[in-house]
DNA sequence: ACTATTTTACCGCTTTAGCAGTAAAAAATC
DNA sequence: GATTTTTTACTGCTAAAGCGGTAAAATAGT
């Protein structure tokens, strides 16, 4: 499960790459200024819509996993 | 990116394999049993903390990816 | 078929996420 | 080192997330 602190780290790291400041990525990403602050403070409460514009314009995806899906995935594998 | 439709469906095919009913995953998660509801209904504006609550407790994981983070991982493979 | 459980769907309430504005500290640019 | 930009950190405001309660519809279990 993803900490809040290392998704802040992701999102600092990727937002430094693209030579993104705070203000410009909210505005791109079309979200309020704070919520970068706050995302980049490790906070736990943001909501999935906000994280997910923010992500969308650093180009990262979110995916889950689980040893249920991963079962799935080898299931098919094998073409049983 | 993912949809949040696609959330709603993994959390409840995983609720369903662990054969629990909403009320008692959001119970187990600590989370009100209106929020499952809203998850599996494909809710766009559940709060991370939340999410992650449920994920929790069916075991499943949320992974970031990304093309920059990609290329670190490969850099540090070809052990450079 | 009957019964118990679960799901869907509302309600009012409280807390707070997200917002823009502002300002001082810190960092970068010249 | 002076200037510009960025970051940190407040503010008050509004919209809505999450909450438990309730009840009817749908499904499951006997």
Same mark, same amino acid.
């Given at each position: 499960?993803? /900490?809040? /602190? =290392?998704? *802040?780290?992701?999102? +600092?790291?990727? +937002?430094? *790459? *693209?030579?993104?400041? +705070? #203000?410009? !990525? *909210?505005?791109?990403?079309?979200v309020g200024?704070t919520v970068?602050? #706050?995302? =980049?403070?490790? $906070? =736990?409460?943001? /909501?999935?819509?906000? !994280? +997910? $514009?923010?992500?969308?314009?650093?180009?990262?995806?979110?995916?889950?996993?689980?040893?249920?899906? #991963?079962?799935? /995935?080898?299931? =098919?594998?094998? $073409?049983?």
């Amino acid at each position: 499960m993803i /900490q809040s /602190q =290392e998704l *802040a780290d992701v999102i +600092r790291m990727h +937002r430094k *790459a *693209a030579k993104l400041s +705070r #203000d410009k !990525l *909210a505005e791109m990403s079309g979200v309020g200024k704070t919520v970068i602050y #706050d995302i =980049e403070k490790g $906070k =736990e409460t943001i /909501q999935l819509d906000t !994280l +997910r $514009k923010v992500l969308s314009v650093l180009n990262i995806k979110i995916e889950l996993t689980s040893p249920l899906m #991963d079962n799935l /995935q080898n299931m =098919e594998n094998e $073409k049983g």
